[in-house]
């Protein structure tokens, strides 16, 4: 009778926590997990299925911008600061409505290539003169209409003057 070969694995290494591990251990192990994620990611991206992530503090602080510390020290402002003191729902729908909108621009800017911010800072330009003259425009009508009250008021006085 012929004697029948087997093939033998290699054994695994027993599994041990993660506490006991070295620091080269530790390193080497969220290496190959974080190699292992990516690899599955690649492969369900190109079957266009898209994997949630594991825990779900990763998915809620990847919906805040990375860097909360900016936008933090914008909202720090008055019009921020007494957020939650008695508001009515208008109020507090509006305050949100600002945050929200405060944040999708930041957003879109820093989305934006430069040469796109430098053509909305054109257009910001431009909108900021033809404002500028509007409000001159006015000031100067103030002024006609001040002054023309003001004869107003010395004509009427005059004709107070002679009814008397």
Known sequence: MSKISKNWRGRREVYRPYYQLTEGERHRREEK?????????????????????????????????????????IFKTEKYHDFYSSQTDEDFMNMEFKKDYDIQQMNRLEQMSKEMLLNEYVLMEKKNETLESKLEDVKVLEEVNKKRGDDLHTGKALFEEDLS
């Open 33 to 73: 997990e974080r190699m292992r994620v990516v690899k599955l990611r690649e492969r369900m991206r190109a079957k266009g299925r898209i994997i949630a992530p594991y825990n779900t503090t990763q998915f809620i602080m990847a919906d805040h911008p990375e860097d909360t510390l900016e936008l933090s020290s």
